[in-house]
Each structure stands twice: as structure tokens, then as C-alpha cells.
């Protein structure tokens, strides 16, 4: 019964419900894409020449970071020599399983790289920006017959290659730097027994 007459008290309202008419002018809803507006805006800053300026710059700072890559922040001239040792072994933290979950290798086990591969160069860090350690380091590769890897701190590892006529790196944000621990260049690394001896070497 209760559910008749709601329905009864509906069609009722339905029933005297009026057509108001329209109040104020109504429109179409039209909403720019954003991609069209992004579009617009493009073709915009093209015929203004902005487009083709931003290009130039950025094609600009892309080659400076490559022709000159941001030098490694906290290091000094080496004047006094160092020599120290670097332990490279590795200690896993947790168990190593396979696909059974047997375990491969358990957390704890300690490995030394260098039983399994050794350091065929000597790697040499320094700094190319400076006249002294790029003569210093030009010493040291032929003391050691050309065994060994040049690594910039900073300068243009391009220009020094092109110089050299030979490959030349660069320790991208410091890594290697910072993993053996070295605080002035040049700085050479070499592999004595299982550690890795590391000689901060004056330019004189």
C-alpha cells in the first residue's frame, strides 16, 4: 500500500510539472583540447622565431656537457705523496635463491672481485683543466707502457683524446672517486694482490 501511493504521489508531480521556458542564452559546450591548445601555442612561438632560439639553446648547453662535463666537486691538487689500500670484496645482504628458492649463494658470503678478474690497466684520475697534471699523468702512462686508463676529473676528455690519440674517460659525478676514497689527483690505482693500491702522486 505504501509503496502505491508513492508511486501515485509521483506521477502526480509529473503530472503539474511546467515548462519554464529558458532563462538567459544557452551555448554549445566547447572546450579546447589541450593538445590543440599545446599545437597552437607552438606553431605560435615558431613563427616568432622563440621556438628556433630555444632549440639553438638547448642544442648549445648539450654540447657544452659533453665537451666539458661538470667537473668532480672536492678534490685538491695532490702535493704531498699517499698511498692507502682498497679492499673490494662484497658481502651479500641477503640469500641469493633460484627460481626453486633453494639457496644459491647465503646472505653474508663475502667475494672478492679480483679472484675472478683482475685489473689489466692502471687507472689514472686527474684533472685535464690543469697544465701540470695533464704533463704529470703523460709521465706516468709512459712509465707504466701505456697500461694504463686516463680518467678525468674534469676538462674536456675530447679535446685531451683528440691530443692524445687515444681513448680518454671521464668519472661521471665523482663515482669512482668516491668509492676508492680519493681526495687529490693525480691519483693512480693499481692492483696488488687482492687489494687495490691507490698513490696520490704530486706533479712535483
Request: aromatic content about 8%.
Amino acid at each position: 500500500r505504501a509503496v502505491a501511493i508513492g508511486w501515485a504521489l509521483v506521477a502526480c508531480g509529473m503530472a503539474q510539472a511546467e515548462n519554464l521556458g529558458r532563462i538567459g542564452p544557452t551555448y554549445p559546450i566547447a572546450e579546447q583540447s589541450l593538445l590543440d591548445h599545446i599545437m597552437a601555442r607552438l606553431r605560435e612561438k615558431e613563427r616568432s622565431g622563440e621556438l628556433a632560439k630555444f632549440e639553438q639553446l638547448a642544442r648549445a648547453r648539450a654540447s657544452e656537457s659533453v665537451l666539458n662535463p661538470k667537473p668532480v666537486p672536492g678534490l685538491r691538487l695532490s702535493e704531498v705523496p699517499r698511498t692507502y689500500y682498497f679492499d673490494p670484496s662484497l658481502s651479500l645482504d641477503r640469500n641469493v635463491v633460484d627460481e626453486t628458492g633453494a639457496v644459491l649463494f647465503p646472505a653474508g658470503l663475502r667475494k672478492n672481485p679480483l679472484d675472478v678478474v683482475s685489473l689489466s690497466k692502471h687507472l689514472l684520475f686527474f684533472d685535464a683543466r690543469d697544465p701540470g697534471q695533464v704533463a704529470r699523468a703523460r709521465e706516468l702512462i709512459e712509465h707504466y707502457q701505456g697500461k694504463v686508463k686516463p680518467i678525468l676529473v674534469g676538462g674536456s676528455y675530447l679535446d685531451l683524446m683528440k691530443r692524445w690519440n687515444k681513448p680518454v674517460f671521464y668519472d661521471q659525478d665523482g663515482t669512482l672517486v668516491r668509492k676508492f676514497g680519493i681526495a687529490a689527483v693525480p691519483a693512480i690505482v693499481s692492483q696488488e694482490g687482492q687489494r687495490l693500491r691507490i698513490d696520490e702522486v704530486p706533479v712535483r
